[in-house]
């Protein structure tokens, strides 16, 4: 499942509604306009890690942490978008005056900081035909006109789940949803959200899967140019209730949405501390040719057996090659301060291989930017 952060409240403090721009050059403020014609989408959850982020890729940066005027600017400098988080309670939001007041809210707060559109990011169950259905798409719709008017080139985008098949319950219209905002960020994680057959643990995003979920997605007939693959940089840290001599994991049950076995019985691992701890596991790195995704067995202090799934360059370069081939709009990743940005060359090394997998190098934002 999604990660629980914190809230962090937006307030309009005093200086910032007032609109001066804290950039050293005032069109730094200027909201970027250009389209470019691929997306490298990087959720940031706050801290200084941006700063090494592969910036030739970088298009659009969702500012999940507390908003960094620092940020901004230098996104700017580089011709990316910084957008808002967007979330409210969909029983809220039924309500056309509610939902008004929310959309103009958000609108203000993107203007006093000068950024360039929202990231929509609900996750909340929702009956297909019910009220927050069709709440949902309204607001989708109302919140896409109300940025594109008053933030020209703006961009307001939707997270959706891995599959459009009603995962953990989110029985959303995907298609008017699409139609309605400029992409649809797909989180193609959390796949083991749902388990119906054997409690074991099982990769992130095994490669068959996530790829079949995207074929569906275009076969709802939403254009792939409304579609930016996510990727995780994480991975699921299991602790084996029964470690069998073959390798297979068994998981304690713990439901989700109906389902009776799920991921939540592991623990979400950033990518830069697996990096740290592979080596010296039991195991080493293992290749699963099933689900093409790495993996690895460990024993912890007090000698329980630990199987962490999780994604690295070769696994996500298999996934990137779709988004090449069916012409997606981008991809991008949960979330951008999960490497290790350290000055330790072997990190410095495996961080920038990560970037790179993102991209073939037909890909590259310079290409784009005319
Ligand atoms: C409007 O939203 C507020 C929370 O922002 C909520 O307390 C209230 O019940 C909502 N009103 C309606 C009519 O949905
Ligand atoms: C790929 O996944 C789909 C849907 O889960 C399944 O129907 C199909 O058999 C799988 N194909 C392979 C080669 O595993
Ligand atoms: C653990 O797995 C072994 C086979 O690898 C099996 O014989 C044993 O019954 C399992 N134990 C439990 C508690 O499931
Ligand atoms: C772990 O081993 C691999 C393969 O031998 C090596 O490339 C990598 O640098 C090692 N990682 C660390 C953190 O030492």
Known sequence: MWIALPLIALSLSAH?????????????????????AFEVFVFDVGGKAWKFYDWTKVTTVAAFGQFDAELMCYAHSKGARLVLKGDVSLSDIVDPVNRTTWIQGNVQLAKSQFMDGI???????????????????????????????EIPGSQVSFDVAWSPKCIDKRCYDYVAIADSCDLLFVMSYDEQSQIWGDCIALANAPFNQTLTAYDQYISMKIDPKKLVMGLPWYGYDYTC?????????????????????????????????????????????????????????YKDTEGRVHQVWYDDPESIALKAAYVAQHGLKGIGMWNGNLLDYSADPIAQQQTSDMWNALTPSSHRKTAAVS
């Open 16 to 36: 910032v509604s007032a609109n001066i721009c804290p950039c050293a050059r005032e069109d730094l403020c200027e909201p970027i306009r250009h389209q470019p």
């Open 119 to 149: 990231n929509i990011d609900i996750e909340q169950a929702v009956e297909a035909e019910s009220p927050q259905y069709y709440a949902l798409t309204a607001l989708v719709k109302e919140t896409t006109v109300s940025f594109h008017k």
């Open 241 to 297: 209730l029964n470690f069998s001599k073959d390798g297979v994991c068994s998981i304690p049950k713990v439901p989700f949405r109906g389902a009776p076995c799920s991921d939540a019985s592991g623990r979400q691992i950033p990518y830069r501390i697996m990096m740290k701890q592979i080596n010296s596991s039991m195991s080493g790195r293992l290749w699963d040719d099933n689900q093409r995704a790495p993996y690895y067995n």
